[in-house]
């Protein structure tokens, strides 16, 4: 510490980051908070520490503001995290400037960080006595300048996988200290500029091309944005009933004139481990980033299993299809007798 300058004295030397990037780089965080200096103390060393620069720049000082942690990303160089007593931040720049990193995370002291190299997930340690987890930081390791000044942007994911469900063999009901698994699927993220003109959709399509799910119109807002796909192909259709119920007058047609069959019965496919793309349309321009689909580890079927039974369940999928077919064209019949038998009566 003596070649710290102008390194209060008494401090806590809370946490020592040595950069995976360059072997006489390191980061560490001082606390003084126990000496009423609540003041953020951050410093790096490119040199084995025969000098530090302190690297607080842009975190405001409040009685709040003393550092606990600093955390660089294992993807990107120049990319950290920082933990005060109240807050997160965030540096693009190796430290010269820090933005606040909140979202929906409360203010509570950030006392560790750890990313999860293999999921790229952010982990955080309050004293707020919790644990949260940002899942998939991915689009903060690829935003760029030049991402930010385009009118559109597809982040490349992260390899998704193909998980079935587990139900635990025991647990309590209503646990308030039961974690939250994050949303099924492929996380997809996209930037949008400012001036966006047309709908904005995204599309997921198979190895030839084809389209195997449409995410629909999602939104056009300016900024990032983050969306999920289910690792369904598009699903079977469902009848649509254009009479009414029999004996039961009291179940009405919808204003477009129609009801559905019911909640029941469609075939929804499970993508097969493969690789596939993910387009994004913003008005007449296009953009697309791969996207792997991965077996689930703890499956005891090959992935030749897992396509033919996907070839079996797309067969289902299409004779569900057909009958679908065969009941509108029935109902469309059935409603022009309906109207007729009422244009009879009528006269």
């Keep these: ?144 300048d030049e991402v930010l000044a385009s009118s559109a942007h597809i982040f490349e994911p992260r390899p998704a996988y193909r998980f079935r469900s587990k139900e635990s063999p025991v647990s309590q009901p209503e646990d308030s200290g039961a974690g939250q698994n994050p949303e099924y699927g492929a996380s997809i993220h996209y930037f949008l500029g400012d001036d966006v003109e047309g709908g904005v959709e995204v599309s997921i399509l198979d190895q030839a091309g084809e389209v195997v799910s449409e995410l629909g119109r999602v939104s056009d807002s300016p900024g ?39 909640d029941g019965g469609r075939v929804s496919p499970l993508a097969p481990p493969g690789n596939y793309t993910v387009r994004l349309t913003v008005g007449d321009g296009e953009w697309s980033a791969p996207l792997a689909v991965l077996k689930d580890p703890a499956s005891t079927g090959s992935e030749a299993d897992i396509r033919a039974q996907f070839r079996v369940i797309l067969q289902l999928r299409e004779e569900a299809n057909a009958v679908v077919d065969l009941i509108n064209e029935a109902e469309s019949v059935r409603a022009q007798i309906v109207d007729l038998m009422a244009l009879v009566r009528g006269r």
Aim: net charge negative; charged share 20%.
């Design 1 to 144: 510490t003596g070649n710290i300058p102008d390194l209060p004295p008494l401090g806590t030397v809370s946490n020592i980051e040595p950069s995976r990037y360059d072997a006489g780089t390191a980061y560490i965080s001082v606390d003084f908070h126990q000496v009423n200096n609540t003041d953020p103390y951050a410093y790096k060393t490119t040199d084995n520490g025969e000098s530090w620069a302190l690297i607080t720049g842009g975190i405001p000082k409040s009685v709040f503001r003393y550092v606990h942690v600093i955390r660089e990303d294992p993807v990107r160089p120049g990319l950290l995290y920082l933990g005060t007593e109240n807050s997160l931040f965030l540096s693009f720049n190796d430290g010269a400037d820090w933005v606040p990193f909140q979202t929906n995370l409360p203010h509570a002291p950030v006392h560790w960080l750890t990313i999860q190299d293999h999921f790229n997930d952010l982990l955080v340690s309050t004293y707020g006595r919790g644990f949260w987890i940002l899942d998939d930081i991915t689009p903060l390791q690829q935003l760029s």
């Design 224 to 262: 990032l944005h983050r969306i999920q796909w289910d690792l369904r192909y598009e699903s079977s259709g469902s009848p649509r009933m254009r009479t009414k119920v029999l004996e039961h007058s009291h179940v009405e047609l919808g204003d477009d004139g129609w009801r559905p069959a019911g």
